[in-house]
């Protein structure tokens, strides 16, 4: 069964669904799974310094998702194994990110039919290095028997205590404190920096007696900098919070960085340019 309750884009929002659904959800199962959108470093730091810090709730068990051609993608999207290898400084930072919350993730390769097995070896054996489990995951070409290795390494992870709940920065640090906490430790950012008028709206914000909130950053989910074209892991950049607003109602501010737009916007070649209607009356361009 599935419960789907809100659905905000982790680059701008929180990244995961409501506290509601999920505590319904875990009155009603033994184990809930839940995904916080858009990489660890935006859903996933949401989800355990918003969502959990807020509710009390703390997962047992997370799981991040590589592929072969995620990881080739960030290092240079080069043919043969050496983009891989150097992509894979990206899954590391990401693994660092996950532990500094005190959980040991597992990881999840999910294997598509043009993936090679020199190419799934090496991202084994890279995440191997690292001292975390991990499963190939064949749901996509073999449906639910291939996903059993990576659940039978979630099963063993649920039999273990529940870890303790730490979070990246403590709620009475000041806000640049806990931005400067996310950009460092999730990040590997070197500092950050604020705009004149993000301290204008931090001042205003602060009068109004909701300088104190957590913070969700809104920043592009292509890359750990501000910079969407800075792929990998980059290292000694700064990241620029240029606005800050205040979702009350969610209860944090939102650092707007970069050139975020709090709107999603539509790919370059939407999808309705492909959609046609034949003479006959059947559509066409529907995938």
């Known amino acids: 069964p599935a419960l789907v309750h809100g659905g905000p884009f982790a680059n701008i929002a929180h990244g995961c669904n409501s506290v509601m659904a999920t505590r319904a959800a875990l009155s009603l199962a033994d184990i809930v799974v839940t995904e916080a959108g858009f990489a660890f470093d935006l859903g996933g730091e949401k989800f355990l310094d918003l969502k959990c810090r807020m509710s009390g709730l703390f997962p047992h068990a997370v799981v991040l998702v590589v592929t072969a051609r995620a990881l080739r993608f960030h290092g240079g999207d080069q043919p043969g194994l050496a983009s891989i290898e150097k992509g894979f400084a990206n899954v590391a930072r990401h693994i660092r990110s996950i532990k500094s919350f005190g959980l040991t993730p597992i ?105 104190g909130l957590p913070v969700c950053m809104a920043k592009t989910h ?45 790919p370059k070649v939407p999808a309705a340019y492909n959609l046609d209607l034949t003479e006959a009356g059947e559509v066409t361009g529907v995938q």
Not at 158 to 181: C, H, I, N, W
Not at 243 to 264: D, H, Q
């Open 107 to 211: 990881i999840s390769l999910n294997v598509f039919a043009q993936d090679t097995e020199e190419e799934l070896a090496l991202v084994e054996k890279l995440v191997r290095a690292e001292g975390v489990k991990v499963s190939r995951n064949e749901g996509y070409l073999k449906g639910g028997s291939g996903s059993e290795g990576i659940a039978s390494l979630v099963m063993e992870a649920l039999q273990q205590p529940a870890p303790k709940p730490q979070f990246t920065y403590p709620d009475d640090a000041p806000f640049e404190e806990k931005v400067r906490a996310i950009a460092r430790t999730i990040y590997g950012a070197k500092d950050i920096e604020l705009s004149a008028d993000a301290k204008k709206d931090l001042a205003r914000l602060t009068s109004w007696g909701l300088g």
């Open 222 to 266: 292509l890359s750990f900098s501000d910079d969407p074209s800075k792929q990998g892991a980059p290292e000694g950049f700064t990241v620029t919070v240029r606005n800050v607003r205040a979702s009350a109602g969610a209860g944090f501010l939102l650092a707007l960085t970069g050139e975020i737009l709090t709107m999603p916007g539509l």
